[in-house]
């Protein structure tokens, strides 16, 4: 079970543990041309998470900043930009999302982002990272309604938001357990409150 407290610290929370997931995951490729394929799928990931900015100069030069700032500056690729390793020190600024209503408001418009970029995807990983976006849609789906949900269901939505282009089904991949998920967001509902009296204890 992968608890809360277990999991990496976000470098940059606006986009996500997903991003940052993704990111790490084409760390471990071996192939440098497939790790590359994997690096630009995920730049337009994150480009499509902020739409309104895309006419913003050198605006996907901070995409780049960003992707290699949450590798720690240890991804192996040729960079289109120069990124210096400066940018530890100086944060970049951070890119606010557009208010956005979607039809799947428990998945929110970030994940629909992800669904979209992804699902025009062809390489070798791409099973991968659809596994990682179903994942995290479980996990959204059940932080709006704490009760139960078939993977069927995720399947299903999957495949409405990405017109027919992403079909999973039970009998080839299975989601991590709800009892898990469920674990894990009444752990970071503990923390967080824990947190706040500590926060209120000091005013």
């Known amino acids: ?34 790790r590359t394929r994997c690096v630009h799928t995920i730049i337009n990931i994150m480009g499509n998470l902020f739409p309104h900015l ?4 050198d605006f996907k030069h901070k995409l780049w900043d960003h992707l290699a700032m949450m590798s720690n500056y240890k991804l192996d690729i040729d960079y289109p930009y120069e990124v210096p390793k400066e940018l530890v020190l100086t944060k970049p600024e951070s890119l606010p999302y557009p208010e956005t209503s979607v039809k799947y408001r428990y998945y929110g418009q970030q994940m629909i982002q992800f669904i979209r970029a992804v699902e025009d995807y062809n390489g070798e990983n791409k099973d991968k990272l659809v596994t990682l976006l179903a994942n995290h849609m479980k996990k959204c789906f059940l932080t709006w309604n704490k009760d139960n949900v078939d993977d069927q269901k ?15 089904n039970e009998e080839t991949i299975k989601l991590k357990d709800t009892k898990d998920i469920l674990a894990n967001n009444n752990k970071k509902i503990f923390v967080n409150s824990k947190n706040r009296q500590k926060q209120q204890g000091r005013k």
């Open 54 to 57: 895309r006419d913003v100069n």
């Open 154 to 168: 995720i399947f299903n939505d999957l495949r409405e938001v990405s017109n027919g282009k992403i079909n999973l």
């Open 1 to 34: 079970m992968e608890y809360y407290t277990q999991k990496n610290k976000l470098i940059l929370t606006e986009y996500g543990r997903n991003i940052q997931q993704m990111v790490e995951y084409a760390m471990t490729i071996e192939d440098r041309d497939e």
